[in-house]
């Protein structure tokens, strides 16, 4: 059976799920959440809603990314009909420290001039960048994962 479309909001796009719950990143612990805001503790989750606890079965329901991972989208508005072009990437970043770490690093990104900003929405722990640009998606997924961004 395939899964259904994901009609979910930035930030708990199926593409930023991984296949199963992280319980860490090299140390780092990982909290995962259900797609409608519930944290995910030794497989449960309260639906605080019905007030049931409930399990939560890896690999079979959906999850995404929180804090303190940073979920991260960004997106291309220019359309030039190639068929490389960059689109979108979409990535749970669990490799730095805060938002304002995460922020400061799309500004060197953005000081190389290899895309220009339409939009950019941040939140404590979800990042949606609206760019401009020309690239590739396989040389923007590389220039962003240089600068740290993926």
Known sequence: MEPAANTNPPGTNDSLAESEPAAND???????WTVDGYSIVDGKYLGLSTGELKTHVAGVDRFRGGPPSVSVY???Q??????????VVAKVVTHVRDLTEY????GTF??????????????????YVVVLSELSQGG??????KDGLL
Not at 78 to 87: E, I, P, S, Y
Not at 103 to 106: N, P, Q
Not at 110 to 127: D, F, I, M, Q
């Open 26 to 32: 090299g140390g780092r612990p990982i909290q995962s």
């Open 110 to 127: 953005l000081g190389k001039g290899l895309c220009k900003v339409h939009s950019l929405n941040a939140t404590r722990y979800e990042v």
């Open 140 to 145: 923007f997924q590389e220039a962003l994962a």
């Open 78 to 87: 220019l359309a030039t009909g190639r068929g490389d072009q960059f689109l």
């Open 74 to 76: 960004w997106q291309n």
């Open 103 to 106: 922020l400061a690093r799309v």
